[in-house]
């Protein structure tokens, strides 16, 4: 092996990548059967003599490509799944060949400093308090993590009790709140900090999934307060502002989960949704949804600058801590990649205004699937105002009939959820790469699938 036709292979992966990227708009939103069966192919058992790297790649694209997801082209409205911006993909690309360990300033140079730059733009643009902090980690799990974790400090150490050195094993007790829609990931992350899933208070909601006020019990004792602001379903927020000024002076900890809501923060026109939200203690989003930076990319926020470094920071002596912020106190992990990097380039290609126009086009488009599907006489289950569509074709089993249609036919991919007792047609608009066209093409496949549905009992 030598480094001599980097060049050749290289310029090769971009070229697979780039015709990739061309034929999706021409290709399928998902695979189908024949494009899956590729993935026979890999399987093998190791074997003892190894392949040139041009070869390896060529087996990938030619039998890897076509069993993949279309979720970086325009007509994926699964789950949440942003795409990846053309310089965030190619920071990305460039940031492979760096292969820089992010976990301290001495390991990587750059990763510091664009996390330090990105991490000043991202407290400016989501219109945070100047003192924030954050953590780069892969996901809003591990965000939310990081987050409860400060939290879990935090409060204990205001009662006396330093849970990083004693643990939890006699430590007094920390009540948790929830909305009846928490997401499951907070769930999740309550059972890896020992808080327990069970033993959390559940706030009822509305029928849009926000937390009713009236309904939070009376704050007493270390308190954490988890709210959301994005539904995974509706795209609704809780009344974040309104808990926050509800439960000033008591002590709680307000946490916000907005994977996706937090982006609202960038437009004027969305802001009010997300009103505030700043006065909270933490907040948790992710880079890989709406930013549309590559996989996998979160981050953590503290109003507390010390309170991440406080539950997470560690020493020892070969790792050297400088003068500088060491990303490695903000996070759970110590070696790992530059996240950084593609936030810094996604963040530097769209500036403002562009960020702005990218999420209030994907709210447009979102209304448009509405408006659509209304016109055709199908119901609407939600208020759309983020970049969430629920939709029932009617019965519950018509409507899942009529979403599997639409994946077999293949034009855009979406799924299928139960908002409060009603299954349900979701999309999710969240993709830089979606046009007016993208979703005209859609709705037609809709009205298709759900005509021949509807026709044929
Ligand atoms: C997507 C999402 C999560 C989980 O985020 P990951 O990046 O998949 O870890 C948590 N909460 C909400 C509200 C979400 O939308």
Known sequence: MNRKNNSILLTDAAKRAARYLDELQQRRASPDMSMLSGLQFFEKTLPADGLAAEDVLAELDQHGSPATMAN???????????????????????????????????????????????????????????????????????????????????????EGWNVAEDGLYGAPEITVIVGGEVHVSIQKVLVMLGLGRRRVVTVPVDSQGRMHVDALPEISGPTIICTQAGNVNTGSFDPVGEICERVKGSGAWVHVDAAFGLWARTSEQLAPLAAGIEQADSWATDGHKWLNVP?????????????????????????????????????PELSR??????????????????????????????????????????????DVVLNQVLVSFGDDAITRRVVQRIQEDGTCWVGGTVWQGRTAMRISVSSWATTDDDVDASLAAMRRAAAAVLTTP
């Not at 920071?91 to 664009?114: C, E, F």
């Not at 981050?299 to 406080?310: G, I, K, M, S």
């Not at 562009?354 to 209304?367: D, P, T, V």
Request: hydrophobic share 50%.
């Open 337 to 382: 990649r530059a996240r950084g990097v593609e936030i810094w380039a996604a963040l530097r290609s769209l500036g403002r205004k562009g960020l702005a126009e990218m999420i209030e086009r994907n709210c447009a488009q979102a209304r448009r699937f509405a408006a659509g599907l209304r016109d055709a006489g199908y119901e609407v289950l939600n």
């Open 295 to 331: 996989y996998d990319s979160g981050v953590v926020f503290t109003r507390d600058p010390e309170a991440l470094p406080a539950a997470l920071s560690a020493q020892a002596a070969y790792l050297v801590q400088s003068e500088q912020r060491e990303p490695w106190q903000y996070t």
């Open 72 to 158: 970086a082209g325009g007509r994926y409205f699964g789950f949440v799944i942003g795409g990846s911006l053309p310089a965030a993909l190619a920071a990305n690309m460039l940031a492979g060949a760096w292969d820089q360990n992010a976990g301290l300033a001495i390991t990587s140079p750059v990763a510091a400093k664009l996390e330090e730059v990105a991490s000043g733009w991202l407290v400016d643009v989501l219109r945070l308090p100047g003192s924030t902090a954050c953590g780069f980690v892969s996901g809003d799990t591990m965000a939310n993590f990081c987050a409860l974790a400060a939290a879990r400090h935090a409060l204990l150490m205001r």
